[in-house]
């Protein structure tokens, strides 16, 4: 008799965990997955050791299929190298697996995103009198959500972030709406999902907007609504997403753990 797995215990998982076991979940039966540092790292490495042992994680520092036995401090962390099938230049990374539409999945965080799932990563508003916010920037962000057959995105959730307007728009997700990726030549699907410490949003397949359409355990649509920047639409039925599983919250801490020791 096959025994279920066994939920985590409600009062000991975090709302960054709630996020991440839910990020890792969405690649499962996915081939291919094109890193972005930060949550989306942690997401895909947890991916691998839970859902999708078989899933091979792309960095734009070169490495193909790499298995970090921690988390990688940065796109050019050792370890990337040391555990990838391959170790190929930058400009074939880009050019010959991702421009070609090799690469199932990008995942990519955001400081910003809007109601059609573009992205800003580099200059925030801060306020009158203060100088602008500077971020990291675009790296390879445009390129993944432009070339990748689909794109997952994960962020914390607050009105900071879900904005009605961006402060620069880094890169294109769906637009100003429907056609506008086909419009600008873009060859992937765009962001199929946000994945956020409250729940998940999807965008409608007629208008492109994104849509709550799952919220983790424990949190209500007010709660997200109050947390958007704009008027979010709610799906007729919003699901709850599964408790992670003691396993899942275990991978994940492990990978945790062992990120800091290295640090």
Known sequence: MTTAPRAAAA????????MTVNAARALAGARTCFVGIGLPSTAANLSRRTDNPDLVLVYESGTL????TRLPLSIGDGELADTADAVVSVPEIFNYWLQAGRIDVG????????????????????????PE???PGAGGAPEIAANCGRVLMVL??????????????TT????????????????????TAVITDLGILRPDPETAELVLTEVHPGVTTDRV?????????????????????EAE??????????GRSAA
């Open 172 to 191: 294109v997700g769906h637009g100003s709406g429907p056609g506008d990726r086909e419009r600008l030549g873009l060859r992937g699907r765009g962001p």
């Open 156 to 169: 914390r959730h607050s009105t900071r972030n879900f904005v009605e307007k961006l402060d620069f728009t």
């Open 65 to 68: 299929g790499s298995k970090p």
């Open 249 to 258: 919250i275990t991978a994940l801490r492990t990978l945790k753990n062992a």
């Open 107 to 130: 995942f990519l965080g955001a400081a910003q995103t809007d109601r059609y799932a573009n992205i800003n990563t580099t200059v925030v508003d801060r306020g009158p009198g203060r």
């Open 11 to 18: 009062t000991e998982v975090t709302p960054d965990e709630l």
């Open 225 to 245: 609504r109050a947390a958007t920047g704009w008027e979010l639409r709610v799906a007729d039925r919003v699901t709850a997403t599964a408790p992670p599983t």
């Open 133 to 135: 916010g500077r971020l």
